[in-house]
């Protein structure tokens, strides 16, 4: 279940790989009183009567937080920070309301002034705020023409971020192992997921049903109301181009220029979406050790790729009778996956999983565990960010699947069969305890109506492999498909010239990339 919770969620990595690319380094009582009928079902564009919503009170960013968890030693005065208030109940627009915490980098110049480009950088349950305080130097190119803007969404971090019980909670979720091996395990992990999800309910309830995609989109356009744009002009990467995609069905008319990068597929379900990721994360981990063993060095996880697979396979089932100690932690199997999984998001990251597994052949997991950590939100202080939490409760709000353990064990077997390093019963086994009930209006989309939204594939993508690219594409109706043929989760960030040109070009020319278009070029 942990290796495809986590999948999706690219964001803690993202994050770490978006700071790289910047810096050069190499291195993502519960349910409200009267809650609604429907959790996030959908009203037609225009039909709330909330007000519409005012400027945003901008102000000096004084709550960031660098990668370590500490504050940046003084503000950047390139960054401010404010709050945009929304319904917490759209069906209710005068009710209670929610601050949406938001972040602006100012445009640069001395380029056309485009207006704003909002960014959600994947999840769901990414930092905006915190992404794009760390990532803006990547979008350089961008910056000269738009201001750029980014929000936490309802449900995370400052924006109302959904907590799931105490550190002690997320510890013992976070660590367990990546499938069960006989009855009495799964049993405990089905108590350990049922925990976790209660403490959801116990902690985060008021929040809970309104968390969805559906919410977030509306929450969007308020934002485009509150910049001063007639239109939204928007960039989504993993899970942001599934929020893009619901935004431009309710808002059609409201799209400006729209880039869907790594995109998610809204339509497919649980057990379809826990095998196809799957199968890219068995990709990309092929892909990693082709590369190890090619060179130019020795690979010194093993002298070929069957040598170097079987090395990793004894080093995991290990783990499972003696995790390795780590100070007062301990590497688990389910630490040491989630581990190898954050590293083949980008290829930047494969050298460090090569050392962090040569590390822990030898008993030294610090490697492992801090990949792991980036990737599950955990602090070095042992807290948490809310990803994982946030993760699960916008994911289950956004469909109404809630499959049997019968279905799961279906599902876990299929996934077996693909990759027994890879497999899970993915995000069905929290969402059948979830407490509280779903909605399908997150996972249709059209946007019959717009205007041209440009859809970036990778055919190395792990966590949302490229298949689901021309999908979207297909269902949004004026979807134009850009073709990456490369490694790695998030196409623009892999610095790709020809995707950084074609993605550049439409969104400062609003040159639209003629149909067919692939990168590289040559």
């Known amino acids: 279940m942990r290796k495809i919770l986590a999948a999706a ?27 609604p009928s429907t959790p996030g079902s959908v009203q037609s564009p225009g039909a709330s009567s909330a007000e519409p919503a005012g400027p945003i009170a901008w102000s000096t960013c004084t709550d960031l937080e660098r990668p370590d968890g500490q504050a940046p030693a003084k503000p950047d005065p390139s960054l401010q920070c404010g709050k945009l208030k929304v319904p917490l109940d759209y069906a209710k627009p005068t009710g209670e309301m929610l601050d949406i915490a938001v972040i602006k980098v100012r445009a640069t110049g001395p380029g056309e002034r485009l207006g704003s480009l909002v960014f959600n950088f994947g ?10 305080a760390r990532a803006a130097k990547v ?7 738009y201001d750029l803007v980014s929000f936490d969404p309802r449900g995370v971090e400052r924006s109302s971020g959904v907590r799931c019980g105490d550190n002690k909670i997320m510890d013992k979720f976070t660590s367990m192992n990546s499938l069960a091996t006989t009855p009495a395990e799964q049993a405990e992990m089905d108590r350990t997921i049922k925990e976790f999800a209660d403490a959801c309910g116990q902690t985060s309830g008021r929040i809970l049903p309104y968390v969805g995609t559906v919410n977030a989109a509306r929450d969007m356009d308020r934002l485009r109301e509150a910049v001063g744009d ?3 002009n928007y960039f989504g990467i993993s899970y942001g181009t599934q929020l893009g995609a619901v935004y431009a069905t309710q808002f059609a008319k409201n799209v400006g220029r729209f880039v869907l990068d790594s995109p998610l597929d809204p339509s497919v379900g649980l057990d379809k979406r826990t095998l196809v990721q799957t199968r890219g994360f068995q990709h990309a981990y092929e892909a990693f050790l082709k590369d190890c063993v090619k060179g130019p060095g020795p690979c010194e996880i093993g002298a070929d790729t069957t040598i170097a697979n079987k090395n990793v396979d004894t080093f995991l089932a290990d783990l499972r009778k003696k995790p390795l100690q780590v100070g007062a932690r301990q590497v688990t199997q389910g630490l040491a996956s989630t581990g190898i999984s954050a590293a083949l998001y980008s290829a930047l990251t494969w050298p460090l999983l090569e050392q962090g597994l040569t590390q822990g052949f030898k008993g030294d997991g610090r490697i492992l565990l801090t990949l792991a950590d980036s990737y599950n939100g955990r602090k070095p202080d042992g807290s948490y960010s809310t990803l994982m939490s946030s993760f699960p409760a916008i994911s289950c709000v956004d469909t109404a699947e809630r499959p049997t353990p019968q279905e799961l064990a279906a599902v876990q077997a299929e996934a077996e069969k693909i990759s027994p390093l890879f497999a899970s019963q993915g995000m069905g086994s ?10 399908d209006e997150a996972r249709k989309v059209n946007a019959t109506g717009s205007g041209p939204i440009v859809v970036v594939g990778g055919t190395g993508d792990p966590a949302t492999p490229y298949e689901w690219a021309p999908k979207l594409t297909e269902k949004l109706t004026t979807g134009v498909l850009i073709t990456y043929k490369g490694e790695g989760h998030g196409a623009y960030l892999s610095g790709d010239a020809c995707v950084k040109k074609a993605v550049d070009n439409y969104l400062v020319g609003g040159k639209t990339p003629a149909k067919g278009t692939t990168c590289p070029t040559s």
């Open 139 to 145: 979008f350089d190119t961008l910056r000269a023409h």
């Open 230 to 232: 007639r239109q939204l």
């Open 9 to 35: 969620s690219a964001t803690a990595i993202l994050a770490g790989a978006l700071a790289a690319c910047g810096n050069g380094a190499a291195t993502d009582g519960y349910g409200a009183a009267g809650g």
């Open 123 to 132: 999840g769901p349950g990414a930092s905006g705020v915190d992404t794009m």
């Open 430 to 439: 929290i969402c059948r305890v979830w407490p509280v009930p779903g909605s």
